[in-house]
């Protein structure tokens, strides 16, 4: 590891959601960042406020493919993270998820860096244990149609802690629950941007299934706050990452619509296959390891959500 204060950061997905929010937080703390991404789902208006930037690069980059770059930290998030994105071409989905974190992990080797990966809630599937902590090893189905994402999430966990236990690699591994806020995609298809965007444009909110199933949602800034911690602390993990209010998705719906036009309809849609029927991180090792819970409650974070929608869908 360098040792000056300026880190030379790598954000694999870095002009994605999460991604692009962590290279706000680092540049603004005069960090170094170099940003990857094949641009699936990044954008370029995510990062562009520090194009040009003395302490910022931009590079269009598969990590599929290796890449030799000479940097400090790796925040590998590169993946799309909603199901209709990661199911759009499973096959890509899971060398993403395998070829891409054995090449920056292979980076991580070669040039001594720590690297943090975004791993998921998915890694437990369909759980049968409520709320679920890190010990819990899972309920999935290895031939669905999330698979390519679940099973991708874990044989990548696996590759990180067999690079700490074969070559000592510096690893980070997060388990990231729904996580939500400005700069989602307005077709990401995911259940929060879904909502708000149907409600603002005046349309019937879709439920899949009864609504009875159940997520918990992080606000993007308690996220991020989470994820630097994680990289800063000396614990491997994995450690959960998420906000344990639960919900179901009729809850979220009706939150949703009361802040928008309480008039606007329910329609019901087939639940997709595989869909898990309730979600809760248990954050206790969050806590003590990290000293970290999150801060914003659903209702807080859905105003600051809906708040940016309503320009970006302008
Ligand atoms: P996102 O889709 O907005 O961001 C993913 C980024 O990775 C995009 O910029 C995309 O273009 C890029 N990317 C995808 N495949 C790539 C490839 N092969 N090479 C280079 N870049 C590639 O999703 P997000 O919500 O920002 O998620 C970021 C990470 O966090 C993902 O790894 C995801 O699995 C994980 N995660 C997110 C959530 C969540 O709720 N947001 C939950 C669990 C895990
Ligand atoms: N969902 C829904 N309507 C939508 C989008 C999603 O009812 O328009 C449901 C979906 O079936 C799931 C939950 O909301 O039960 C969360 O879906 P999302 O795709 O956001 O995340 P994930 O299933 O990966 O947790």
Not at 84 to 95: D, E, M, R
Not at 132 to 151: A, K
Not at 166 to 172: A, K, L, N, Y
Request: with cysteine; charged share 25%; aromatic share 8%.
């Amino acid at each position: 590891m360098k040792k000056c204060t300026k880190y030379r950061n790598l954000i694999t997905g870095g002009a994605g959601f999460l991604g692009s929010h962590l290279t706000d937080r680092l540049m603004e703390a005069g960090e170094e960042v170099i940003c990857l991404d094949n641009y699936f789902t990044g954008r370029k208006e995510n990062i562009i406020q520090w194009i040009g930037h003395p302490s910022f690069e931009l590079i269009r980059h598969d990590v599929t493919q290796p890449i030799q770059i000479e940097v400090d930290r790796i925040w590998h998030l590169a993946c799309p993270a909603s199901p209709v994105h990661y199911q759009f071409n499973p096959i890509k989905t899971a060398k993403t998820s395998f070829l891409g974190t054995f090449n920056m992990l292979g980076l991580a080797r070669r040039v001594g860096a720590r690297i943090l990966l975004a791993s998921t809630s998915e890694v437990y599937g369909d759980p049968e244990i409520h709320p679920q902590p890190e010990s819990y090893r899972g309920s999935v189905n290895t031939i669905g149609t999330r698979s390519c994402y679940d099973e991708g999430k874990r044989i990548a966990e696996t590759l990180c802690f067999d690079y700490q236990r074969m070559h000592g690699t510096e690893i980070r591994v997060m388990r990231i629950f729904n996580t939500y806020g400005p700069r989602m995609l307005p077709n990401d298809g995911r259940v929060i941007s879904n909502f708000i965007v149907q409600a603002l444009l005046g349309e019937s909110l879709t439920i899949y299934g009864n609504g009875q199933q159940t997520r918990s949602f992080c606000y993007v800034d308690d996220l991020i706050d989470g994820m630097i911690r994680l990289m800063d602390g000396n614990h491997a993990g994995p450690i959960n990452i998420g906000n344990p209010g639960e919900f179901t998705i009729l809850e979220l719906a009706e939150l949703v619509r009361n802040r928008i036009n309480p008039k606007l309809e329910f329609i019901k849609k087939p639940l997709p296959d595989d869909d898990p029927m309730q979600r809760k991180p248990l954050i206790a090792l969050a806590q003590q390891e990290l000293g970290w819970s999150p801060k914003i409650p659903l209702e807080e974070g859905l105003e600051k959500t809906i708040k940016w929608f309503k320009k970006a869908i302008k």
